[in-house]
Nanobody, 125 residues
Framework: QVQLVESGGALVQTGGSLRLSCAVS????????MGWYRQFPGKQRELVAT???????NYADSVKGRFTISRDNAKNTVTLQMNSLNTEDTAVYYC???????????????????WGQGTQVTVSS
């Protein structure tokens, strides 16, 4: 079973930086897509960034140019480097692992989504 543990959340000032880390219990070679999501109070979780097993990345428009997602296969970790933070980045950040496999018609054949417990990021003005 895939287990995820996030770390690195903290209180920082506007313009500061943080590096979040997601420790994965299994080899990330077995994970199709790793990602970071965030959730604001009273809101649904939203995509921050994803990275595929092939190294392709995707970012939300709000974080492009400021955040960078990366992976370390040897350490089985996925990181999110966050720069130029502002108060709107304040949220709980969650690591996500997608092991789903799909048919040619887009149906899920196997696998699942796994979430970490989250880590709090607070940016003060």
């Amino acid at each position: 079973q895939v287990q995820l543990v996030e770390s690195g959340g903290a209180l920082v000032q506007t313009g500061g930086s943080l590096r979040l880390s997601c420790a994965v219990s299994v080899s990330i070679f077995s994970i199709n897509v790793m990602g970071w999501y965030r959730q604001f109070p009273g809101k649904q979780r939203e995509l921050v960034a994803t990275i595929t097993s092939g190294g392709d990345t995707n970012y939300a428009d709000s974080v492009k140019g400021r955040f960078t997602i990366s992976r370390d296969n040897a350490k089985n970790t996925v990181t999110l480097q966050m720069n130029s933070l502002n108060t709107e980045d304040t949220a709980v950040y969650y690591c996500n692992a997608d092991t789903r496999r799909y048919s040619s018609l887009g149906r899920v054949l196997m696998g699942q989504l796994t979430w970490g417990q989250g880590t709090q990021v607070t940016v003060s003005s």
